[in-house]
């Protein structure tokens, strides 16, 4: 843990795990305020957890989450009451601890000094001067006529998408003034969770420090992003600081709304009910998979898009082919459960596919979407919205369920200037320039061109957009162009792989020629890419801007 005291009455602290609280008991504190929300980040547990770790320890414990950004003065009079009611010293915590910082300093506004707030929160580390004009400033957030710092290049987001772009651009200009904003201490390989999920790769191999990562030369701000105001080139974080850029690019990734299937927050990592779309619960489904012996093992997939389309069934076909192997597949029943009407989106990949769910005698259950589930009575509940009928529900029976999230933009993506109707990036679906802001680009998971939402994407767009914008800088058109490929390497049994690769409309876009890999039957060497070849691909290449295979195709500017 990372404990920074404010006040003898509080302390502040990034994210904690359940695990924390036997030693936060013992350090003295006697309560505790979580601010931040459930579901924000793959390796975050929820709240459920932790109070129920802060009740064994002893520790009366607050809920008051707060969206990153968006502290309201409500927000600060309901920090400063709980404070005042709650048992001291009271240990506050949200993904850095900015958030507690900012509540706390915005509920003192009227008890201390600004002086006093800022010599504080600054000694803990956490700084307040946005809040501090804030304060200043009756109350209302700093305009972006302020200034904290100003770079010619700003990156929100530092996943897939965001340090390979940072590379790429030093790659071409080393002495470009570069800085990437991300809050997160760790940096996850996605594709690689899965593998945990099938007991093919241990979760550590999927994680590397964020401070590691970040290219040489490039400034890390290790905050979240509150808002945008293009119009004045600037970026707003959490505590009020103000960023300004020349060009700006967007790729914070997506939200996994796991709120969204009422049930699924209080019951996820036990009952049966796991997901390998977060960092802590993939190990979770290679231990379910390993003691399940008989019964309904049931796999859902929710409305598009979602990140990684092919995962939902990646975790049935590894689970599957484990049952197969030891024995026991004619014992349990296999629920596929698709909220859309087709097993995959690219038709040439379906008959390869198809085999396997004959292999493991799976149901294919299509328009049914899961929107409650009860974990103790291992029940879980899909809406069924088939063509021309009414909607209707239904109750399945589960002893194991792998739930694959709904998916939405994040917050702060959905309500800014940036977004289109949906809520994504708005941006060309060729050069990923926004449609309305000539500076900024946007790419990966966030962006609403209709292409698959894979890190292969994202390898791909990176040249792209650090090509445009070098073109922008030195008054060149818009050359670079995405041709929307994606690739989803469908893990049908162990040692073997369907690898899907395609761009814009379901043009099959292979990478190898076809004696190689044949991308629509099950091959060994694209279980080898996957295995062996792919993630040192993904750590030693695409995020220090080495762009084999990934060069931009140049075309007739528009």
């Known amino acids: 843990m990372d404990v920074r005291k404010i006040t003898n009455q509080l302390s502040v602290s990034p994210q904690i795990a359940a695990t924390d609280l036997w030693e936060i008991a013992n350090l003295g504190f006697r309560s505790v305020i979580c601010n931040r929300p459930d579901g924000e980040a793959a390796d975050q547990p929820t709240f459920e957890e932790i109070e129920a770790a802060a009740k064994k320890a002893g520790l009366e414990i607050r809920y008051l989450p707060i969206v990153s950004g968006k502290v309201r003065d409500e927000d600060a009079t309901d920090f400063g009451a709980a404070l005042d009611e709650l048992p001291k010293p009271v240990f506050a915590y949200c993904r850095t601890g900015t958030r507690s910082a900012t509540l706390w300093s915005l509920s003192q506004a009227g008890n201390l000094d600004v002086s006093d707030i800022l010599g504080k929160t600054c000694a803990a580390g956490y700084d307040m001067g946005g809040v501090v004009r804030r304060i200043a400033n009756g109350g209302r957030t700093p305009t972006a006529t302020a200034e904290d710092a100003r770079f010619d290049v700003v990156i929100v987001g530092g996943g897939a998408a965001g340090i390979a772009v940072a590379s790429s651009l030093k790659a071409r200009k080393s002495d470009l003034d570069i800085a990437v904003i991300d809050p997160a201490d760790i940096h996850y390989y996605q594709p690689g969770w899965t593998m945990v999920g099938g007991g093919v790769f241990k979760a550590a191999e999927t994680a590397k420090t964020m401070g590691s990562l970040i290219p040489s030369g490039v400034h890390w701000i290790k905050s979240a992003v509150a808002a945008f105001e293009p119009k004045d080139n600037a970026v707003v974080l959490d505590g009020?600081?103000?960023?300004?850029?020349d060009r700006l690019v967007v790729c914070p990734g997506l939200k996994l709304d796991w709120h969204k299937v009422d049930g699924l927050v209080e019951t996820l990592g036990k009952n049966g009910v796991t997901s390998n779309y977060r960092y802590d619960l993939a190990p979770y489904t290679w231990h379910l998979v390993q003691n399940l012996k008989k019964?309904?093992?049931?796999?859902?997939?929710?409305?598009?898009?979602?990140?990684?389309?092919?995962a939902p069934q990646k975790a049935l076909y590894l689970s599957g082919d484990h049952w197969k192997r030891s024995g026991v597949l004619h014992d349990i029943d296999i629920q596929f459960m698709n909220a859309g009407g087709v097993l995959f989106g690219v038709k040439d990949y379906v008959p390869a596919l198809m085999q396997y769910i004959k292999r493991y005698d799976a149901n294919l259950n299509f328009f049914h979407n899961l929107v409650a589930i009860d974990g103790p009575g291992k029940t879980a509940t899909f809406e069924i919205k088939e063509p021309d009928q009414e909607a209707r529900r239904i109750d399945v029976p589960f002893d194991m369920i792998h739930v694959t999230p709904p998916q939405v933009a994040p917050d702060f993506i959905r309500v800014s200037p940036l977004a289109d109707s949906a809520g994504w990036v708005d941006v060309d679906q060729a050069t990923l320039r926004h449609k309305i802001y000539n500076n900024i680009w946007s790419l990966g998971d966030v962006m609403n061109a209709p292409n698959a939402k894979t890190a292969a994407a994202a390898r791909k767009q990176a040249p792209v957009v650090a090509e445009n914008l070098m073109a922008d800088i030195e008054g060149r058109p818009q050359e670079a162009e995405y041709d929307g490929y994606g690739s989803c390497p469908l893990t049908v049994e162990r040692g073997r792989i369907v690898l899907a690769e395609f761009g814009y409309g379901g043009k099959l876009l292979p990478s190898f020629p076809q004696w190689l890999i044949d991308g629509t039957k099950p091959s060994?060497?694209?279980?080898?890419l996957k295995e062996?070849?792919?993630?040192?691909?993904?750590?030693?290449?695409?995020?220090?801007?080495?762009?084999w295979m990934a060069k931009p195709e140049k075309v007739t500017a528009s």
């Open 295 to 310: 019964g309904r093992a049931i796999f859902t997939q929710p409305p598009m898009p979602i990140k990684c389309a092919g």
């Open 240 to 245: 009020c600081r103000v960023v300004k850029y």
């Open 524 to 528: 060994h060497a694209a279980w080898l």
């Open 532 to 547: 062996r070849i792919l993630p040192p691909i993904y750590w030693k290449a695409m995020l220090r801007g080495k762009e």
